[in-house]
């Protein structure tokens, strides 16, 4: 069974903070995604990256996928009270489709 | 618009009653799938199908089945319902092709069993 450990489990920070999320895992995995989960609602796909070592900017997010895909990190540049959510990491082996879910980081933006 | 629907929202059953959950999408996606999400847990997937007449059971199948009924519809029926099942269940799908394409997921069925 792969397992994809997320940390850290708990985030609270003041508007205006940065933070960064960590995905890690001992598998070697062909393509890693991250979610965002807003309460009531599904996972909503914000990035996936499939190159080891490859860097990806979503405004004042990015993400990293480490160079021997097995690990990667989402670094959120002066946190706004939007970005509060559950934020899931999600790896998939060769091509399988079947993917594997951290248990998710759950971040709260205070005002 | 585009995505995938499930129905129903919130459900309440009582211990020993059966339901089926439905689940749409109008995106043309071969596979698709049904996790549980429970607090600590994270997303488990229960069963999924990555094709038109194809099933397969994933991490926590017991207590559970589903029927992949065309491309579009794929069910999750719980014949017995237990405590256990309390849970939000999502139902998601995914284009086969290639790796950056991720998952559409529903809005969550919210399923309490007393």
């Known amino acids: 069974t792969q397992l994809l450990e997320q940390s850290p489990q708990f985030l609270s920070i003041q508007e205006g903070e940065n933070l960064t999320v960590y995905c890690n895992s001992s598998s070697v995995f062909s393509s890693l995604q991250w979610y965002r989960q807003e309460p009531g609602e599904g996972p909503v796909l914000l990035v996936t990256v499939v190159t080891g070592g490859e860097v990806k900017k979503l405004k004042r997010l990015t993400f990293q996928f480490g160079d021997a895909r097995k690990d990667s990190s989402l670094h959120i540049t002066a946190a706004q009270p939007g970005d509060t959510g559950l934020y899931l990491c999600?790896?998939?082996?060769?091509?399988?489709?079947?993917?594997?879910f951290g248990r998710g980081t759950s971040l709260i933006v205070h005002p | 618009n585009a995505g995938v629907t499930q129905t129903p929202k919130f459900q309440v059953l009582k211990t020993g009653q059966s339901m089926t959950l439905q689940c749409a999408q109008d995106?043309?996606?071969?596979?698709m799938y049904w996790y549980r999400q429970d607090p600590g847990m994270g997303l488990r997937l229960i069963y999924y199908?990555?094709?038109?007449?194809?099933?397969d059971k994933g991490e926590v199948p017991n207590g559970y089945n589903v029927s992949r009924l065309n491309k579009r519809e794929f069910s999750l029926r719980l014949e017995s319902a237990a405590p256990s099942q309390t849970s939000v269940y999502f139902c998601?799908?995914?284009?086969?092709?290639?790796?950056?394409?991720?998952?559409?997921f529903g809005s969550g069925t919210r399923l309490t069993v007393v």
């Open positions: 998601a799908s995914r284009e086969n092709r290639g790796a950056i394409y991720g998952y559409t």
């Open positions: 199908s990555a094709s038109e007449g194809t099933t």
């Open positions: 995106m043309n996606h071969n596979s």
């Open positions: 999600a790896g998939e082996a060769g091509g399988s489709y079947i993917p594997t």
